[in-house]
């Protein structure tokens, strides 16, 4: 029995001998065999890509926030400047009624009666406060008498032939406009000059031909 634990003992030294030197030879269990190699460099490069990109990405985003910002403030500053159009042209048809009524009135009736004349005075006491409340909420008259015809502020009703006036020049004002800061409320109603002196005569820069019922948009 003594000579057969000896001839085990010696084969079974050599096979534990040789196992550190199997195990050393075995792949890592976190690398796999044949798996390629990344190159730092390239790894590198490629984050600072993807960084550049979330970089650009978070620019944009900020940019169209600031451009909604700001759509949404002028918007509002918008609708509190001209939230009060609406009114005001409903009003405009008014101040025309006051004026046609005081133009009916002769003059030389109002001189002679004292009872008229109280009336006409109260009339034009409405009309100017009328006007004094449209003046403190910037609604602008405009008076376009012996001025350039302009398609954007003007509506044309008729041509009047007047040699001594330029091609397009406003002879007569039918109506007053009116504007609310820089919204047109309604166009003025003119009659302009025809068969006049070239516009460049005069020295004026030459306005555009009108034709009757030419105006623009009123709608606020």
Same mark, same amino acid.
């Given at each position: ?10 084969? &079974?030294?050599?096979?534990? =001998?040789? *196992?550190?030197?199997? +195990? ?7 690398? #796999?065999?044949? $798996? ?67 133009? &009916?009135?002769?003059?030389? =009736?109002? *001189?002679?009666?004292? +009872? ?7 009339? #034009?006491?409405? $009309? ?93």
């Amino acid at each position: 029995m003594a000579e057969e634990r000896d001839e085990i003992g010696p084969a &079974t030294a050599a096979e534990d =001998a040789t *196992e550190p030197e199997a +195990q050393a030879s075995e792949p890592s269990p976190t690398q #796999e065999e044949g $798996e390629p190699q990344v190159d730092p460099i390239i790894a590198l490069e490629a984050e600072i890509e993807r960084l550049k990109e979330l970089h650009n990405k978070a620019v944009l985003a900020a940019a169209e926030y600031d451009n909604a910002a700001k759509r949404a403030q002028r918007e509002l500053q918008d609708a509190r400047k001209f939230a009060s159009a609406g009114l005001a042209r409903d009003l405009l048809p008014v101040v025309d009624n006051l004026r046609r009524a005081l133009s &009916t009135v002769p003059v030389e =009736a109002v *001189e002679g009666d004292e +009872q008229l004349k109280t009336l006409v005075t109260g009339v #034009e006491m409405i $009309e100017r406060e009328l006007l004094a409340v449209f003046e403190r909420h910037d609604i602008e008259v405009m008076d376009p008498q012996d001025s350039a015809f302009d398609p954007h502020l003007h509506e044309a009703m008729f041509e009047a032939p007047d040699p001594d006036r330029p091609d397009g020049m406003i002879v007569q004002v039918l109506q007053p406009g009116y504007r609310l800061h820089d919204r047109l409320l309604r166009p003025a109603r003119v009659a302009v000059a025809k068969g006049g002196k070239p516009a460049a005569d005069t020295g004026e820069a030459p306005a555009e031909t009108p034709r009757p019922g030419d105006h623009v948009d009123t709608k606020a």
